[in-house]
């Protein structure tokens, strides 16, 4: 029980720690403050049009960082610990966390053009999870993996089946339209992979630049 333990959570790096304790402790609190009437942590954290013309804008953040129910806390941590396991090879803490971030924003700024004004929701896992789908289709596609029940397959495969049922989830609870907003996390990570890989190549080419010179001078 303790090695499982430590390879869902300890054996991270401090980025995706970070991230599901946030992720993890943010519903425990809410649970507490419902059970004891205290306090209700959604009213302060949910996505709202109105809140955000208030200026609280921490809400487009929060809404993506605090789970929509047991169901999306269960699979929220699960999929940030596999997701967060493949990439942390690749980024570092900082890295990771803007990804996320910006799979958060991605997923949830396309749904302040379709809700009410008064009316407030909590995006949950959705768009981190699709936006690291994106980055490990992209990143990690040519490896290959053993699925239980499915077999070995290929880590696009993967990423699209493990889209497809978070997708069919949302789906079922919210409908299309919001399924598709939250979506929107994938594909903001994926142009901002792109956007990386061109700068990575305009500074390569800079810094290599001046060593070319002196190559030709010689």
């Avoid at 960082?65 to 610990?81: C, E, R, V």
Wanted: proline share 3%.
């Amino acid at each position: 029980m303790k090695s499982i333990l430590r390879n869902f959570f300890w054996d991270h790096s401090p980025g995706v720690r970070w991230l599901m304790l946030v992720f993890g402790v943010s519903y425990l609190v809410a649970v507490a403050g419902g059970l004891t009437n205290s306090f209700n942590l959604y009213q302060w954290v949910a996505l709202s049009s109105e809140a955000l013309g208030r200026g609280q804008i921490w809400r487009l953040v929060t809404s993506g960082l605090t789970p929509a129910g047991l169901l999306d806390w269960l699979f929220g941590l699960i999929w940030f610990s596999v997701l967060g396991g493949q990439l942390e090879r690749l980024w570092s803490s900082r890295t990771f966390w803007c990804y996320c971030l910006l799979g958060i924003l991605g997923g949830v700024v396309p749904l302040l053009f379709i809700l009410p004004a008064n009316v407030s929701i909590i995006v949950g896992s959705a768009p981190a999870t699709f936006g690291l789908l994106a980055a490990w289709y992209r990143l990690c596609g040519h490896e290959r993996l053993l699925l239980h029940g499915v077999g070995p397959v290929s880590v696009r495969q993967a990423a699209i089946i493990i889209a497809a049922l978070n997708a069919a989830i949302v789906y079922v609870g919210n409908g299309w339209k919001v399924t598709l907003c939250l979506m929107g996390g994938a594909l903001a990570v994926w142009v901002g992979l792109s956007i990386h890989r061109r700068w990575n190549i305009v500074r390569l080419n800079r810094a290599s630049g001046p060593s070319r010179m002196n190559r030709l001078e010689v």
